[in-house]
Nanobody
Framework: QVQLVESGGGLVQPGGSLRLSCSAS????????MAWYRQAPGKQRELVAR???????NYADSVKGRFTISIDNAKTTVDLQMNSLKPEDTAVYFC?????????WGQGTQVTVSS
């Protein structure tokens, strides 16, 4: 069994920065990718950024140039550096990973961007 645990959410003013971290524990093998999704109230969950085990990244258009996803050498921790945050970035952010044929989700961490 694999567990994903997120940390780093909180309240930040517009223009500020936050760093989210997600650590995977358990039977870690055959990692394909790790990713961050977000879900704002009344909206569908959407992909924010994804990084493959080989380090290839892709981002939602809305966060390109502001957010950076990275994965550690052990392939067990994925970080999301969020800069120039906007009120529309407010959402619950979820960590996601695919290992072999299985998909895993974290419980989510709240990010609120407000003055």
């Amino acid at each position: 069994q694999v567990q994903l645990v997120e940390s780093g959410g909180g309240l930040v003013q517009p223009g500020g920065s936050l760093r989210l971290s997600c650590s995977a524990s358990g039977s870690i093998s055959s990692l394909y990718y790790m990713a961050w999704y977000r879900q704002a109230p009344g909206k569908q969950r959407e992909l924010v950024a994804r990084v493959s085990s080989g380090g290839i990244t892709n981002y939602a258009d809305s966060v390109k140039g502001r957010f950076t996803i990275s994965i550690d050498n052990a392939k067990t921790t994925v970080d999301l550096q969020m800069n120039s945050l906007k009120p529309e970035d407010t959402a619950v952010y979820f960590c996601n990973a695919q290992l072999g044929p299985h998909f895993y989700w974290g419980q989510g961490t709240q990010v609120t961007v407000s003055s």
